[in-house]
């Protein structure tokens, strides 16, 4: 069961924060996905927050690194295989699968520049989805100018999550599309969570004045939505958020694992698989953008506690998912977010 929460279940400073949000346009949306051992919670500023559907961005890739583990399990394929063992890539040395889910393959925010870089320059982020004339071809040809070039390290990228789509057709013979739908709605249990809706039943875009920016559009053979395609509501982002508090299937725990060689002296982020966390932290976390949607996660397994949120805001507030989602966080472990007139026990 849900609760719905009020705005005066928070103290002042959330307040202004999600105030100050909502404050740049009347077509601003937000909503709140609070959960606290086994209890889940939400606040949004409409009517039927529950209804309302969000592009979740780049989320979407930790849901693909649960995917791709349980192909693995399904297929007993070692995560140290190198992707020229599934693709048909020229001769030469190419990351892992393993490099890949962990965004240790050294590929940068913009690669490959020859697909994102002229299409932010010819309308930007917000206006067009970047990727949307890619396919497996595409990919491929992207990857094997590539030979060689891959670094250790951490390096966030939409790329890896890409290929590793492209990898799993190969293993399984299956469309990508199909793989993570089915996954999301049957293994999850996020039962509205898809890729694609009609326009009329979307949340409605965020504006300013009568400028709209267009919905991303994504179609089914593209590999980059294994890396941004999905659309959700709260109810499955908190639905998906107990799975990674109360669920020990091996795809699940298997992700949470701290990976060594993402770890840097001049940074506290280091990731585990799909999934980034802090150094001397037991939180899971990711956000994600694609137009004017927004979001962000936050999960500790260790103390049973879970934040979402997901934003609709065109303009310079749209960046303030992620901070409102560490204070939120943060509200809820120390217990002061009021639930019902009592603090979270």
Same mark, same amino acid.
């Given at each position: 069961m849900?609760? %719905?929460?009020?705005?005066?279940?928070?103290?002042?400073? @959330?307040?202004?924060?999600?105030?100050?949000?909502?404050s *740049?346009?009347?077509?601003?949306?937000?909503?709140?996905?609070?959960?606290?051992? &086994?209890?889940m919670?939400?606040?949004?500023n409409? $009517?039927?927050?529950?209804? !309302?559907?969000?592009?979740? &961005?780049? @989320?979407?890739?930790?849901?693909? +690194?649960? *995917?791709?583990? /349980?192909?693995a399990?399904? %297929?007993?394929i070692?995560?140290?295989?190198?992707? #020229?063992?599934?693709?048909?890539?020229?001769?030469?040395?190419?990351?892992?699968?393993?490099?890949?889910?962990?965004?240790?393959?050294? %590929?940068?925010?913009?690669?490959?520049?020859?697909?994102? @870089?002229? #299409?932010?320059?010819?309308?930007?982020?917000?206006?067009?989805n970047i990727y949307s004339?890619?396919?497996?071809?595409?990919?491929?040809?992207?990857?094997?100018k590539?030979?060689?070039?891959?670094?250790?390290?951490?390096?966030?990228?939409?790329?890896?999550?890409?290929?590793?789509?492209?990898?799993? $057709? =190969?293993?399984?013979?299956?469309?990508?599309?199909?793989?993570?739908?089915?996954?999301v709605?049957?293994?999850?249990?996020? =039962?509205?969570?898809?890729?694609?809706?009609?326009?009329d039943?979307?949340?409605?875009?965020?504006?300013?004045? =009568?400028?709209?920016?267009?919905?991303?559009?994504?179609?089914?053979?593209?590999?980059?939505?294994?890396?941004g395609g999905?659309?959700s509501?709260?109810e499955?982002?908190l639905?998906y958020?107990?799975?990674q508090?109360?669920?020990e299937r091996?795809?699940?725990? &298997?992700?949470? @694992?701290?990976c $060594?060689?993402? *770890?840097? !002296?001049?940074?506290?982020?280091?990731?585990c698989?799909?999934?980034?966390?802090? =150094?001397?932290?037991?939180?899971?976390?990711?956000?994600?953008?694609?137009?004017?949607?927004?979001?962000?996660v936050?999960?500790?397994? $260790?103390?049973?506690?879970?934040?979402?949120?997901?934003?609709?805001?065109k303009?310079?507030? #749209? +960046?303030?998912v992620? %901070?409102?989602? /560490?204070?939120l966080?943060?509200?809820?472990?120390?217990?002061?977010i009021?639930?019902? #007139?009592?603090?979270?026990?």
């Open positions: 849900i609760e %719905y929460l009020s705005l005066s279940a928070f103290r002042p400073k @959330v307040q202004n924060c999600i105030n100050g949000y909502l *740049l346009s009347e077509h601003q949306s937000l909503v709140i996905g609070l959960y606290s051992k &086994g209890k919670f939400v606040f949004g409409r $009517e039927a927050p529950m209804k !309302e559907m969000y592009d979740i &961005g780049s @989320v979407s890739k930790t849901v693909t +690194a649960h *995917l791709f583990l /349980k192909i399990q399904d %297929y007993s070692d995560l140290n295989r190198r992707v #020229s063992d599934f693709i048909d890539l020229p001769r030469g040395e190419y990351p892992t699968l393993y490099q890949l889910l962990t965004h240790t393959a050294g %590929y940068g925010h913009l690669t490959p520049a020859e697909i994102t @870089v002229p #299409s932010l320059l010819s309308h930007g982020y917000s206006r067009k004339s890619c396919t497996a071809d595409t990919v491929i040809k992207c990857l094997a590539r030979e060689g070039k891959a670094a250790h390290g951490y390096s966030y990228s939409d790329f890896p999550f890409a290929i590793l789509a492209v990898v799993s $057709e =190969k293993i399984t013979g299956r469309s990508f599309a199909d793989m993570i739908e089915e996954f709605q049957n293994d999850l249990g996020m =039962k509205s969570t898809v890729i694609s809706l009609p326009e039943t979307r949340t409605p875009i965020a504006a300013l004045g =009568k400028r709209k920016i267009d919905f991303w559009r994504w179609d089914r053979d593209n590999p980059y939505i294994a890396g999905l659309i509501s709260v499955d982002m639905i958020i107990a799975v508090i109360e669920s091996p795809y699940v725990t &298997g992700a949470h @694992v701290l $060594e060689s993402s *770890l840097s !002296e001049k940074r506290d982020i280091a990731t698989i799909g999934w980034h966390t802090y =150094k001397k932290s037991n939180q899971l976390w990711h956000v994600g953008g694609v137009g004017t949607f927004r979001s962000s936050i999960v500790n397994r $260790e103390k049973r506690l879970g934040v979402v949120v997901l934003g609709n805001s303009g310079r507030t #749209s +960046a303030n992620h %901070y409102l989602t /560490k204070m966080y943060s509200e809820i472990k120390i217990k002061k009021q639930l019902k #007139s009592a603090e979270i026990q």
